[in-house]
């Protein structure tokens, strides 16, 4: 579902150490670093710009045992705990995980279920000002960022579902200048783009390649209602 999911942060070097000390108990070491990035996969965490605030990320687990020790390396660390390991039945019958707050105060979690999809990446909640307004955005972009279901849980609470991953959308204070990007070819691109910009959502750069990157990117993005940076990406263009 999640191509890369990318959070900025006041405190590169502290960002950094918390990210590698919780998600190596995970079995992910980092994939890609520099001045202002570093890469562990699909996440990412950059350097500049407005501070991510108020966003859960959700990590697979492969067992009781890692959530266990994610946990217990981020307190070790001296992280502040945000919810010791132990089963979450309200999410799902088997649902384990454990939570700690980086450095900027998001919420990160470790989490092992039987229904685990395989991403590394398993889950996202992002808060908002206005469910039904954020509903509607994610609804205008899933058939071309790939969403396999736009789900309603009561008033507050919508979860947008893909084959490897999900996020959920929660009222709330809203979450803050996270990204989040989507897999697909130059068509998707297109017609992301097309379609959000074309239902009055703002526009945040329009489909392109992005050599800064790496050579034949291809992306385009647009801003969600609370200002969120969503894009779908080509790589292989």
Not at 54 to 83: S, T
């Amino acid at each position: 579902m999640f191509d890369h999911v990318t959070i900025r942060v006041s405190d590169r070097a502290a960002s950094e150490r918390f990210y590698a000390t919780v998600l190596r108990t995970l079995g992910i070491e980092r994939t890609n670093g520099g001045d202002d990035l570093a890469e562990w996969d699909e996440f990412s965490l950059a350097a500049g710009g407005p501070v991510t605030r108020n966003l859960h990320i959700g990590f697979a687990a492969a067992g009781h045992a890692e959530v266990d020790a994610f946990w217990q390396a981020g307190i070790d660390a001296g992280y502040r705990d945000d919810g010791e390991p132990g089963p979450r039945p309200q999410y799902v019958e088997d649902y384990y995980g454990a939570f700690l707050l980086d450095p900027d105060g998001n919420s990160a979690e470790a989490v092992w279920h039987g229904k685990m999809r395989g991403g590394m990446v398993d889950h996202l909640w992002l808060r908002t000002r206005d469910v039904d307004s954020a509903q509607r955005f994610y609804e205008t972009i899933a058939p071309h960022a790939g969403f396999e279901a736009v789900r309603r849980h009561g008033s507050d609470h919508v979860q947008c579902v893909g084959a490897k991953a999900s996020f959920s959308l929660v009222a709330g204070t809203p979450t803050e200048h996270a990204h989040m990007a989507f897999p697909g070819d130059d068509a998707a691109v297109d017609a992301f783009h097309a379609a959000a910009v074309g239902a009055g959502y703002r526009d945040n750069g329009s489909p392109g390649e992005r050599p800064r990157y790496h050579p034949g990117y291809y992306g385009a993005y647009v801003l969600d209602p609370d200002g969120n940076n969503v894009e779908v990406v080509n790589h292989r263009r």
